[in-house]
């Protein structure tokens, strides 16, 4: 079983910086489109931005510019640096990540991670 684990969130105030990690974890499986989305209270889960295994990026309007993906497919991993942060980035953040292990396609979610940016 592939499970993903986040990590690197917490409490920072606007205009500074974070870094999310996000790590695959299991037995036999390879990871194709990785990424990252967001929750804030109330609001529905949105895309942040996703990654392909050949490294092409995606971002959402509000982050583009900000914010960073990037991956390591020998540590199978993405993460995401976050700049110029807002109190509008405030969210909990969860990483997903297709999967292949046993012939099967998967779609993996990360348990989240709070993000706080205080004005």
């Known amino acids: 079983q592939v499970q993903l684990v986040e990590s690197g969130g917490g409490l920072v105030q606007a205009g500074g910086s974070l870094t999310l990690s996000c790590a695959a974890s299991?037995?036999?499986?390879?990871?194709?489109?990785m990424g990252w989305y967001r929750q804030a209270p109330g609001k529905q889960r949105d895309l942040v931005a996703t990654?392909?295994?050949?490294?092409?990026?995606n971002y959402s309007a509000s982050v583009k510019g900000r914010f960073t993906i990037s991956r390591d497919n020998a540590k199978n991993s993405v993460y995401l640096q976050m700049s110029s942060l807002k109190s509008e980035d405030s969210a909990v953040y969860y990483c997903?990540?297709?999967?292949?292990?046993?012939?099967?396609?998967?779609?993996?979610w990360g348990q989240g991670t709070q993000v706080t940016v205080s004005s």
């Open positions: 990654i392909t295994r050949a490294g092409s990026t």
């Open positions: 299991g037995s036999a499986f390879s990871l194709n489109t």
């Open positions: 997903k990540a297709y999967a292949v292990a046993d012939g099967r396609a998967y779609e993996l």
